[in-house]
């Protein structure tokens, strides 16, 4: 038996740890995974379909010994390049993945191809504005990448091959989720052009030479602050922000803009816990950016035009709020900072401006001398004129330079509020507890100690994952060292007791629910990407025609009279011209991936009498897929079957479909695919409606477990204590 003890007080404090661990001699306790040496076929290689510029091809007459993977990547084509090799050779593993954690280095072989390459590799490591070498990707279920790292390729790889050793770091974001893939992947975006050729072998995971250390539990830093949870992943400028939802014009608008309002308007955040004074250069910003569907993590760069208020600490522990605006000026911001010297001068030039009107640059600060803590707020008195507020009460009233500069920020907007690091390697929780917009035509007051309600709210961040909320019933933040492969989190309320896993009764939450009752309840023919309501459209496929619209009826709403309405999915079929093809239409239903692990996916379904039945008097092939938060798409493990048998076994009636979503499963839409097959050979149209569709999960209260600075992290919740006064905690192996 294999233990780690920690014990919980009514004061929470920690008296006493015990450890257990069964050792023995240092010994290289397992052996390497050889992932690829390319000496015979090894499928699963492929270029993802948004990285057009790359390609493979195995080479058996090259290699180290011979056979290789021959990697091509043309930067004149495209900005990106990214080569997947999946261990199983496609991308829907139904297996437990692979903990990267029990490895300490990833390596393989290289060999530059000078004869292709039109790039040295001095360019290709290090152009400037690019990611530097090729960055190592790995990919978990459903295709959600995590940046590992960055290797330079050794200049010496143009004369012969050479070894690289990387290695895996257990504080890096996203290593710890089971891994199904690793790729080689390079951004250039227009900073480089040209090609690059190289060949990889003997790519290879390797463990320690003796066994990991196990973990070691103890209590979290700080105090358990209720709000919104928000972690920097340790990367210098990663942008970790919510966003209001604004949806397209077919859709309602939330009119959270200032111009032309008759009363002020007030934007405000409340932060209940940031950095200390040892965090200097720490950032939390407001954005707020023109425009409708604004979904990136960083639109004060790539938009046009943003107005930012950036509250940064600074080193004698004040804070100073800086607001800023940029017009024009997408993919930059030196229009943001004054930093371009032709408009705002600067060392060489006869002037020297922090504002150009039509252009943009400083509006004024506002300095908080106790630091984040506290209440935060822009107040715009008229169209041109805004006061900034810090938490102490100090103000500063500031203009615009000229009318129009302000009104480039007319209805609609979008506003963010975030954290963004300029310092590598802090990895600092920022908890905000309410932001607001007060004024507007549309006000929104969002208490943050509560989970984000979707419909107003959005996760734009560099890294989701790290933004969380405080269970309003959590007693203490319990963590542990990695690696942790097959321990379990146990408490009893003595040593002696009866220990069980730390696990709160199961809870199913509706995360989502449309029972098409209204027109406005969906956007026909729109992908939205930032709903609501629902957005529905063709996706993909060989359908030489489709419609996807709310149709008034028919419905089911058993035991409601008064609802009507369903979601309508039309297509028509040429199989004899077209052959085997499928009708996809994808429904997006979050603005952001909502985790719907371990529920289902439930809906009424009915087949139009109109439609046409194929040769086997069926009509078609019904999949259901899962799009994650980048809308990576992957189908329902164990749901497939005919279009009539989903509908019950006829046309013009109603039936209920349920499917269980497995785990992990990240939802942001929905792909309904129909196929049309040989079998069915299906020419003419096709009609189905879609009523009362719902999205559930399934957890367990006070378990949710982050990774954090290279540690475990939990809540412990006062339903999963194991007696009213604290009790024991451990970390057991069997």
């Not at 690793?182 to 390797?206: C, E, M, R």
């Not at 804070?319 to 930093?339: D, E, I």
């Not at 803590?373 to 006061?387: A, E, H, K, M, P």
Request: hydrophobic share 35%; proline share 6%; aromatic share 12%.
């Amino acid at each position: 038996m294999k233990t780690n003890l920690i014990k919980k007080l009514a004061c929470l404090a920690v008296v006493g740890a015990a450890l257990i661990w069964a050792g023995g001699a240092t010994r290289a306790y397992a052996t390497d995974l050889v992932l690829w040496s390319f000496d015979s076929s090894a499928p699963g290689w492929l270029s993802i379909s948004w990285a057009l510029n790359g390609s493979t091809a195995e080479d058996p007459s090259v290699g180290n010994p011979a056979g290789s993977l021959d990697i091509y990547d043309d930067m004149s084509q495209n900005d990106q390049m990214a080569i997947m090799g999946y261990f199983d050779g496609n991308t829907t593993n139904s297996g437990p993945g692979t903990n990267l954690l029990v490895f300490t280095n990833l390596v393989f072989d290289i060999l530059w191809d000078t004869s292709l390459s039109t790039v040295d590799i001095p360019t290709f490591n290090s152009a400037p504005g690019i990611e530097g070498g090729i960055a190592i990707w790995s990919a978990s279920k459903n295709n959600s990448y995590a940046t590992l790292g960055y290797v330079q390729v050794p200049t010496d790889a143009a004369t012969g091959w050479q070894h690289v050793n990387f290695p895996l770091t257990p504080t890096t974001p996203g290593i710890s989720t089971p891994c199904y893939a690793l790729g080689f992947k390079k951004w250039t975006s227009t900073y480089l052009s040209g090609a690059a050729n190289f060949w990889v072998d003997n790519i290879t995971l390797q463990y320690s030479p003796a066994p990991p250390p196990p973990p070691t539990l103890s209590l979290g830093s700080g105090s358990v602050t209720k709000g919104l949870n928000i972690y920097d992943d340790g990367a210098a400028y990663d942008r970790q922000s919510i966003s209001t939802i604004v949806a397209n014009t077919s859709g309602p608008d939330y009119g959270y803009a200032w111009i032309g309002n008759p009363t002020p308007v007030s934007y405000s955040v409340h932060v209940a816990k940031a950095p200390g004074i040892s965090y200097n250069n720490y950032q939390l910003h407001f954005m707020i950016v023109p425009g409708r569907n604004i979904t990136e993590t960083a639109p004060d760069w790539n938009e046009a035009s943003a107005l930012v208020w950036f509250i940064d600490s600074q080193p004698d522990g004040s804070v100073v709020g800086t607001l800023r605006y940029k017009l024009n000026n997408a993919g930059n911001n030196t229009y943001l900072f004054g930093s371009d010297t032709s408009i705002f001068g600067g060392p060489g030039f006869a002037f020297t401006n922090t504002i150009v009107a039509g252009y943009g640059g400083l509006l004024g600060t506002v300095t908080n001398v106790g630091g984040f803590v506290g209440t935060w707020s822009l107040t715009f008195n008229s169209d041109t004129d805004v006061t900034l507020q810090s938490p102490d009460g100090s103000t500063h009233t500031v203009s615009f330079p000229q009318e129009s500069d302000a009104q480039a920020f007319a209805a609609p907007v979008t506003v963010f509020w975030g954290t963004q690091p300029n310092t590598a390697g802090y990895n600092q929780d920022v908890v905000l507890s309410n932001v607001s917009i007060t004024g507007s035509s549309n006000t929104l007051n969002a208490d943050l100690t509560q989970p984000l309600d979707p419909a107003f709210l959005a996760v734009r961040a560099s890294n989701p994952s790290l933004m969380f909320t405080t269970p309003a019933n959590a007693v203490y933040w319990l963590q542990w060292t990695l690696p942790d492969a097959g321990f379990g989190l146990q408490s009893a309320s003595s040593l002696s007791g009866s220990w069980s896993s730390v696990v709160g009764p199961p809870v199913t939450t509706t995360n989502y629910q449309n029972s098409f009752g209204t027109q406005t309840s969906m956007t026909n023919n729109t992908r939205d990407y930032n709903p609501g309501p629902m957005g529905a459209a063709y996706d993909y496929g060989n359908a030489t025609s489709s419609n996807a619209v709310w149709a008034s009826g028919p419905t089911y709403d058993a035991g409601n009279s008064s609802s009507s309405g369903s979601l309508e999915l039309s297509w028509t079929w040429d199989y004899t011209a077209n052959g085997d093809g499928s009708a996809d239409f994808t429904l997006d239903v979050f603005p952001s991936a909502v985790d719907c692990s371990g529920g289902t996916l439930s809906f009424d379904i009915m087949i139009d009498p109109s439609s046409t039945p194929g040769l086997a008097g069926d009509y078609g092939y019904l999949q259901v897929a899962l799009r994650d938060g980048s809308y990576n798409f992957a189908f329902i493990s164990g749901f497939g079957e005919g279009l009539i048998t989903a509908a019950g076994g006829a046309t013009n009636q109603w039936a209920h479909v349920s499917i269980p979503l497995g785990s992990p499963a990240m939802v942001r839409g929905l792909t309904f695919q129909d196929y049309n097959d040989v079998g069915r050979a299906i020419d003419g149209p096709e009609t189905i409606y879609i009523d009362n569709l719902q999205l559930t999960g399934v957890s367990a209260s006070g378990s949710t477990t982050y990774t954090i600075l290279g540690k475990r992290s939990v809540y412990i919740t006062s339903d999963v204590l194991p007696s009213s006064g604290g009790g024991y905690f451990r970390l057991q192996k069997p």
